[in-house]
């Protein structure tokens, strides 16, 4: 079965970290660039942050010098290190991956999508 199985989500007080994982099965993540988003409630889904298949990565201006995208082709899993974390990081949590780099299309074209993990972030 070809899925994306997003984890590490959970509750974090305001200025905590937490690290997120993105595992593929069935196919192979490295040939794809891997995309968080996220969505709050009534709020539409927004990109976070994304890595290449090259490696080379890119991120929202909210999330710039707080987040990190990586990925361990070996272990086929891309995570998000989050850092410095703020009440308004609070959402559900994608992953999604696509052959297209990291350029915005529309969600319904990327090739796989995760079930999604909830952050909250609340003191």
Known sequence: QLK??????????PGGSLRLSCAASGFRMANYAIK??????GKEREGVSC???????QHADSVKGRFTISRDNAKNTVY????????E?????Y???TWRGCVNIPTGEYNYWGQGTQVTVSS
């Open 80 to 87: 998000l290190q989050m850092n410095s974390l703020k009440e």
């Open 95 to 97: 992953c999604a991956a």
């Open 4 to 13: 994306l199985v997003e984890s590490g989500g959970g509750l974090v007080q």
């Open 36 to 41: 968080w988003f996220r969505q709050a409630p």
């Open 51 to 57: 890595i290449r298949s090259g490696g080379s990565t």
């Open 89 to 93: 990081d609070t959402a559900v949590y």
